[in-house]
C-alpha cells in the first residue's frame, strides 16, 4: 500500500471545537471501500465499513443498519466484533529528547494498556517514534509486548527533527498487514519536526487500511494554545476526528486506559452489499433505524 493510496474514506462532518463532541447511539469511525474475496452474486459484492458503538454493551443487527453510497441504499449483511474477528492493535511511543521527564508515564500507560487488551486474538505492535523511529515485530504475547516497552530509550539531543508522522505510517502499516480491526495508539506529545509523511497523506493512509487512530498525548507541560503558536498535537487531534478515535490530553494513567479500553471494546465491523458498475468518488452515509443518523465521513473513492 503506497503512502497515496486512491482509497478515500467518510469525512465526520464536524467542526471545530464541536467536532470532539458527538452524542450519537453509534459513530462511525471510518468507511473504505474493501473487495471481498468472494462475491454474493455476478452484480454485486462485498464491502467493509468500521463503526464504534456509543454503548460497550449496545447491539445492532444488520437488519436495523443502513448505508447509503451516492443515492443508493444498500444492505448491511453482517456485524461483527473482537473476539469474533481478530484485533492488530500498535502503541507507537514517543521517545524524543522532549520526553526525557515523562517518557516513564508514556511507558507505564502503554503497559497498562496491554495488559488490559491482551487475549489470544488480539497482536501487538510496537512502535518507537523520536529521531531514530524503530518498529518492533509484531506478537500476541503479552510478556513480549511489554518487554519491548520497556526497552525503549529516549533520545537526547536538541527538540528538533522529532520523527512522529513516520512512526505511525509505519504503524499503520503494521496493522494492515492482517485482516480484522486495525488499531493506532499513540502516547507522547507528537510535535512531529521531521518527518516526510505529511498530515494529509498520513490521514490518507489510515482511510485507505481502515485504522481507527487514538491519541493520548503525556507531556510535562500544558498542551493549550492557539493552534498558530502551539503545535502540540494538533495534526494527531485532527486524525483521531477524521478517522473517529479519541483523544485525550495529559490524563491519569487510569483514567486513559479505562477510556482507550472501553472505545477499542465499541468497536465494529459492518459488511454490506453493492452493485458492481459504481465507480468514482461518492458520498456514503451510515445510519441506524433507531431514527439516529452516524457521524461519518463524507465520501469515498470506489475503485
Not at 448491511?76 to 521517545?95: F, L, Y
Not at 497498562?112 to 505492535?125: I, P, R
Not at 459492518?270 to 461518492?282: A, K, N
Request: charged fraction near 20%; include cysteine.
Amino acid at each position: 500500500m503506497s503512502e497515496s493510496s486512491g482509497l478515500v474514506a467518510l469525512n465526520t462532518g464536524c467542526s471545530w471545537p464541536s467536532r470532539c463532541i458527538v452524542r450519537v447511539v453509534a459513530t462511525a469511525i471510518i468507511v473504505v471501500l474493501v473487495a471481498s474475496p468472494e462475491t454474493t452474486n455476478a452484480d454485486s459484492q462485498q464491502y467493509s465499513v468500521v463503526a464504534r458503538l456509543d454503548a460497550r454493551s449496545a447491539r445492532l443487527t444488520p437488519g436495523e443498519v443502513v448505508v447509503r453510497v451516492g443515492n443508493m441504499r444498500v444492505q448491511a449483511t453482517t456485524i461483527q466484533a473482537s473476539p469474533e474477528i481478530p484485533r492488530n492493535i500498535a502503541i507507537v511511543i514517543d521517545a524524543g529528547p522532549n520526553q526525557a521527564n515523562v517518557l516513564s508515564r508514556a511507558k507505564e500507560l502503554a503497559t497498562a494498556l496491554v495488559n488490559e487488551l491482551s487475549d489470544a486474538n488480539t497482536v501487538f505492535s510496537i512502535v518507537r517514534a523520536g529521531i531514530s523511529p524503530k518498529t518492533l515485530a509484531a506478537t500476541v504475547d503479552r510478556s513480549i509486548a511489554i518487554e519491548h516497552i520497556r526497552e525503549i530509550g529516549g533520545d537526547s539531543g536538541k527538540r528538533l527533527n522529532v520523527i512522529i508522522n513516520d512512526a505511525i505510517g509505519s504503524a499503520i502499516r503494521q496493522v494492515s498487514a492482517s485482516p480484522g480491526l486495525r488499531i493506532v495508539i499513540f502516547i507522547g506529545e507528537g510535535n512531529d519536526g521531521g518527518s516526510r509523511l505529511r498530515y494529509e497523506q498520513l490521514r490518507s493512509l489510515a482511510e485507505s487500511n481502515q485504522v481507527a487512530f487514538f491519541a493520548a498525548l503525556v507531556a510535562d507541560h500544558s498542551l493549550r494554545g492557539a493552534k498558530s503558536i502551539l503545535r502540540f498535537g494538533w495534526n494527531l487531534q485532527e486524525l483521531t476526528n477524521d478517522t473517529g478515535g479519541i483523544f485525550l490530553e495529559n490524563p491519569k494513567t487510569a483514567n486513559a486506559v479505562h477510556r482507550l479500553e472501553d472505545t477499542v471494546g465499541r468497536l465494529r465491523v459492518i459488511t454490506f452489499e453493492m452493485p458492481s458498475g459504481l465507480s468514482g468518488r461518492q458520498k456514503i452515509s451510515v445510519s441506524s433505524k433507531r431514527g439516529i443518523r452516524l457521524k461519518a465521513q463524507e465520501a469515498v473513492v470506489i475503485p
